[in-house]
């Protein structure tokens, strides 16, 4: 018999795990506090873009949506490297034509995931917001907002895909059911935008993800489809050196702007206005210790486990969520059987990613800038094309190997920093490489691969 499953959250994650759960033959609700943003806009402000990779991807594919996609992803090849006001520098994401990332704005891809779980007989209540749970009667209460009467409906189950403010979570840590902490980043996110060119071309090269690297703050920008591009600045939250705190007036914020990244003001006609409007973002690492309640509800994706964004993998491992618990599904034959078993596959890989986003934030704002980083990089795609399946940059197994569990890349990622610390301890270019030496390292201490699917 198929179960009536609750959903909180519509944002992306929420549409596609209820589209799998349709597609078993649930009869599958979701909830969603905000209106629906294909109808009613939503505020500007708080949307870094997303970058999906291997992992988000795969699970698309599962959920037959690619097709429905492609038209509103952008690819990109790599970073391009703003070092000065007119220097830039391309590294290239992998070296094999498919190594690429697309560029996809969240209310676009919110919106098409939204439609296509619709069609697939998933039923959306807009404006509805959580408002606590019963687990031992298993009910969850749900305000409509509209005209504020509060309804409930049942645990069978309920699962939390509301995101790193999760309604659930919170009632299971009111409850004494799990527990949970933030670690905050001291650094906080600003939206800004680059329109396209007056003849409707972009501003910036389409085909790369932009990054303004300055050592202890950056901005970035993703290409959108429309030609525009979507910007964030990564900055301290407080301080009395440049923080978004220090930088209130416009003014401040312009000339400052001017001196660090005046390559890309010059591109910004609205930066006074969105600069002054546009809320400033909160970052952290979420910490959960316990996911699931028996097999009543069940945390996913940000709400278990919410990351910084800064190895673009947040959307892609709550995809990969959706995927896991699908597939858990397909073995288990009850909501507790298949909810612990999610969380016992997931829970190493999901710490495994937020320790490796945490340390790209510092590749990517200072990191990039030294001669040794870019010679390991070459040094890197080198040593892949000489032990191909046994070296693959940490990189790539993170955003192009969606068979690799993010601890095995974490774990191999570790060897071949060693090994590439090693090899450019004394070598400034890759002609100085004792290759002899550095080939034996690699075979010694790195087991080949499986082969995807094994």
């Known amino acids: 018999m198929p179960d009536e499953v609750t959903l ?35 505020p500007a402000g708080r949307s870094i873009n997303l970058a999906l990779a291997a992992r988000g991807i795969s699970a698309l594919e599962r959920a037959g949506l ?16 703003h070092v000065g006001r007119a220097a830039t520098a391309f590294l290239p994401y992998g070296q094999r034509h498919e190594e690429r990332l ?17 069609e697939a007989g998933v039923t959306f209540r807009f404006r509805h917001a959580c408002r606590g749970a019963d687990f031992e009667r298993g009910i969850v209460h749900v305000e409509n907002l509209e005209d504020g009467r509060v309804e409930t409906c049942g645990m069978d189950p309920v699962i939390g895909a509301d995101g790193a403010g999760s309604s659930l979570r919170d009632a299971m840590v009111a409850a004494g059911l799990a527990a949970a902490h933030e670690d905050p980043l ?10 396209p060119a007056a003849d409707g071309g972009p501003r910036l090269e389409p085909d790369a993800l932009h990054i303004w690297p300055r ?43 001017n001196s660090e990244f005046g390559d ?37 994706g940000d709400a278990a486990h919410a990351i910084v964004p800064f190895h673009g993998q947040g959307l892609n491992c709550a995809f990969e ?3 896991r618990l699908d597939a858990v599904l397909e073995q288990q034959g009850d909501w507790s059987g298949a909810f612990a078993g999610f969380e016992a596959t997931r829970r190493e890989d999901t710490r495994a990613i ?57 774990r191999r990622g570790a060897i071949q920093q060693r090994i590439l610390d090693e090899a450019t301890t004394t070598a400034t270019r890759l002609e100085a490489i004792d290759w002899e030496r550095v080939d034996a390292e690699v075979r010694d201490r790195l087991a080949p691969l499986p082969a995807a699917g094994q």
């Open 354 to 410: 937020a320790r490796m986003a945490l340390e790209n934030y510092v590749e990517m704002r200072d990191t990039v800038r030294d001669p040794r980083f870019a010679l390991q990089k070459e040094l890197s795609l080198a040593l892949e094309r000489r032990h191909p399946g046994r070296f693959v940059p940490r990189y790539s197994m993170v955003m192009f190997h969606a068979e690799l569990p993010y601890s095995v890349a974490e």
């Open 186 to 195: 001291d650094h906080a996110y600003r939206e800004l935008s680059i329109p």
């Open 8 to 42: 909180l959250g519509a944002g992306c994650t929420g549409p596609l795990l209820g589209l799998l759960l349709a597609r078993r033959g649930h009869h599958v609700t979701v909830y969603e506090r905000r209106p629906d943003a294909r109808r009613v806009p939503l």
């Open 321 to 323: 969520d959706c995927m």
């Open 264 to 300: 890309a003001i010059e591109h910004m006609p609205d930066f006074d206005a969105e600069f002054s409007a546009n809320p400033v973002g909160h970052l952290g690492t979420l910490f959960v210790d316990r996911w699931h309640v028996d097999g009543k509800a069940l945390l996913i």
């Open 215 to 257: 050592g202890g703050f950056m901005l970035i920008a993703l290409p959108n489809a429309d030609h525009s591009f979507t910007a964030t600045l990564f900055l301290a939250r407080t301080g009395p050196g440049a923080s978004f705190e220090s930088l209130g007036d416009p003014a401040a914020a312009r000339d400052w702007f």
């Open 66 to 81: 690619m097709p429905v996609l492609e038209p509103i992803l952008v690819p990109m090849a790599g970073r391009r490297i």
């Open 102 to 118: 697309w560029s996809v704005g969240r209310a676009p891809l919110s919106n098409a995931l939204v439609t296509a779980a619709e």
